[in-house]
């Protein structure tokens, strides 16, 4: 990515050190070059300046190779008769060597040496670059092989037609047969009952994601049934649980434990027959649940309570709850108000720039305005004022502050013509200290880079500036000019 300057550099007869010029092949010289240009050809390894009355790039130093002979690298001459050069291909006269110029016994078996054609120099494109016969090989085929057998063809490439394919595969193949096919269904039947305690049947792979599907009803009449899954659907809405127990029998406890491992007891949601409730145990004690709201006794309301006012996270000190025995019921008491705690029969002091009064049960707050050095309320500041920027006693909001450095900015699109070079820009900022940038804007936002670009910028006078380039951008060349006010302090 190149930086672009739009106007002549004087470096003020200073050295330019550690330059290098812009490298470009042949085949990418610069467009449209003007009269001095430069660049170096990586093609023909020379400085080239271009001649704009000659229309032609010429090289700064010149380079002749020495003529190419059988001891001596360097040029040869295309005659044009013998050999020619057409596309950047070299090639001999008369569309070079064809099969037509060939004999036809010039490349016979011959004159090919042993060994000649190895592995390295046939390609398996020799195989693969033909059609494939897909499944229509048919008897009048040939193969080509390599032949090992001790007649006169040994060690040769020799034609094997699909005959002797056939014919050495029944001599030399052996095909099992399995008997074991009688998989009818009383056999498999007698195999199942026959599995015992040492037993143990396994249905797929040790992927475990094999699917198994019983089309019917599936009774397990051992006495424990294990199910390694993390996931059970059940369409069946509503679990039995003692399904065993006789319609006259003793009813026992039923329900549901959760394992916690080192987090604690077992917990456990069960029927318990001893209170005909539903109860919870947390793995320290149960807790019945009610069925109406009757059964909440005054010992769970005083625990819900306590739990709401001394529990994680609360804070309610000054609030407690006691548990009257007598007449099955909880007493909240408030404590009385002091000046650190929220109370009864008291308002806490006034602090900072607030204060706060009561009389005749009416609660007053009023709070001092704010200064440099003390807490309290503040007026917005419009954005007039903020432009503005001298009130020392209201507050800017984000709009104001937009405002304000809008004003101490200003963007316009210069338009590039044909013939104009400088362009007067009129920014009404009120002052010579801004700053001046330039983007490339292509031809009005179509194709432009947006890169910086530099021109010559004069600060002619407090609301204008202008702005020359070395040539004119033409009509399909816009720049955004940015100006910015610079406000020093005092």
């Known amino acids: 990515m190149a930086i672009k300057f739009l106007a002549g550099i004087d470096l003020g007869k200073n050295e330019l050190q550690n330059a290098v010029v812009q490298n470009l092949s042949t085949a990418n010289i610069p467009a449209s070059p003007v009269t001095g240009q430069i660049y170096y050809d990586t093609t023909i390894r020379d400085l080239r300046v271009y001649n704009e009355a000659a229309g032609a790039w010429e090289n700064v130093g010149q380079y002749t190779l020495p003529t190419a002979s059988t001891g001596t690298l360097g040029g040869v001459k295309i005659d044009d008769t013998t050999i020619a050069i057409a596309s950047k291909v070299i090639s001999v006269k008369g569309l070079g060597i064809t099969t037509a110029k060939i004999a036809a016994d010039a490349v016979t078996a011959a004159k090919i040496a042993d060994n000649a054609i190895s592995e390295e120099h046939l390609d398996v494109t020799a195989i693969t670059g033909h059609g494939n016969l897909g499944a229509n090989l048919a008897s009048g085929d040939s193969l080509l092989v390599h032949d090992t057998s001790a007649n006169t063809n040994a060690g040769a490439l020799v034609e094997a037609t699909i005959g002797n394919l056939q014919s050495y595969m029944q001599s030399n193949l052996t095909f099992t047969t399995n008997t074991d096919v009688d998989v009818s269904e009383a056999n498999l039947l007698t195999r199942l009952a026959a599995f015992d305690s040492t037993d143990t049947v396994r249905i797929g792979d040790s992927g475990n994601d094999t699917t198994v599907e019983i089309r019917g009803n599936l009774t397990v009449t051992g006495t424990t049934t294990t199910v390694n899954t993390e996931t059970i659907n059940l369409a069946d809405n509503i679990i039995l649980l003692n399904s065993n127990l006789a319609d006259a029998g003793t009813a026992t406890d039923g329900g549901i434990e959760i394992k916690r491992g080192g987090s604690g007891t077992n917990a456990s949601l069960f029927w318990d027959e001893s209170t005909t409730r539903w109860t919870m145990y947390d793995g320290s004690a149960n807790y019945a649940i009610p069925t109406a709201d009757t059964q909440r006794s005054a010992e769970s309301v005083y625990d819900l309570a306590s739990a709401l006012l001394t529990g994680s996270g609360a804070s309610h000190t000054n609030i407690t709850a006691t548990k009257d025995d007598a007449n099955d019921a909880v007493d909240l008491a408030v404590a009385t ?154």
């Open 337 to 490: 108000a002091t000046d650190s705690a929220i109370g009864v029969g008291r308002v806490a002091a006034a602090t900072g720039a607030i204060s706060v009064s009561v009389s005749a049960g009416v609660f007053t707050v009023d709070v001092a305005t704010a200064a440099a050095d003390a807490e309290g309320v503040v007026e917005l500041a419009t954005n007039t004022e903020a432009v503005t920027g001298t009130d020392t006693g209201r507050a800017v909001t984000p709009a104001g502050l937009t405002a304000a450095i809008n004003a101490n900015s200003y963007v316009t699109t210069l338009s590039g013509t044909d013939s104009d070079v400088l362009y007067t820009i009129t920014h009404n900022l009120g002052t010579r200290d801004v700053i001046v940038q330039l983007t490339d804007f292509g031809d009005g936002g179509t194709d432009a880079t947006y890169e910086t670009v530099y021109a010559e910028v004069k600060r002619n006078a407090a609301n204008t500036c202008t702005v020359t380039f070395g040539k004119a951008p033409g009509t399909s060349q816009d720049y955004r000019v940015l100006v910015t006010k610079v406000v020093a302090p005092d």
